[in-house]
Nanobody
Framework: QLQPVESGGGLVQPGGSLRLSCTAS????????VGWFRQAPGKEREGLLC????????NYEDSVKGRFTISRDKAKNTVYLQMNSLKPEDTGVYYC???????????????????WGPGTQVTVSA
């Protein structure tokens, strides 16, 4: 059982910012590429952005480019998601997971296992 743990969500107004954190229970994230996912109300969970094992490569889906930034701190076994200029359509439950690949020009949002964390709710509303 290798379960990620997400934190940092909350309620913000459009244009606001949040920083989400991702760590793991029972293992270290440092050995894996990590992706952030969002499950909007009534929709499937989708990958948004990811970071390579080393932290040297990232991938961003078009919907979050220029607004979201992924980073990692190996000393803290933590991956971060900085979200700026939030929009109502960013609302959803955010999850992180170790994924198969996130290298320059090559990425996959397939998780290594099916042990999803609890997620953290992000609500963007006036």
């Amino acid at each position: 059982q290798l379960q990620p743990v997400e934190s940092g969500g909350g309620l913000v107004q459009p244009g606001g910012s949040l920083r989400l954190s991702c760590t793991a229970s029972g293992y270290t994230l440092n050995y894996y590429p990590v992706g952030w996912f969002r499950q909007a109300p009534g929709k499937e969970r989708e990958g948004l952005l990811c970071i390579s094992t080393s932290g040297g490569s990232t991938n961003y889906e078009d919907s979050v480019k220029g607004r979201f930034t992924i980073s990692r701190d190996k000393a803290k076994n933590t991956v971060y998601l900085q979200m700026n200029s939030l929009k109502p359509e960013d609302t959803g439950v955010y999850y992180c997971a170790a994924i198969r690949r996130c290298d320059s020009g090559s990425y996959s949002y397939i998780p290594w296992n099916k042990y999803w964390g609890p997620g953290t709710q992000v609500t963007v509303s006036a």
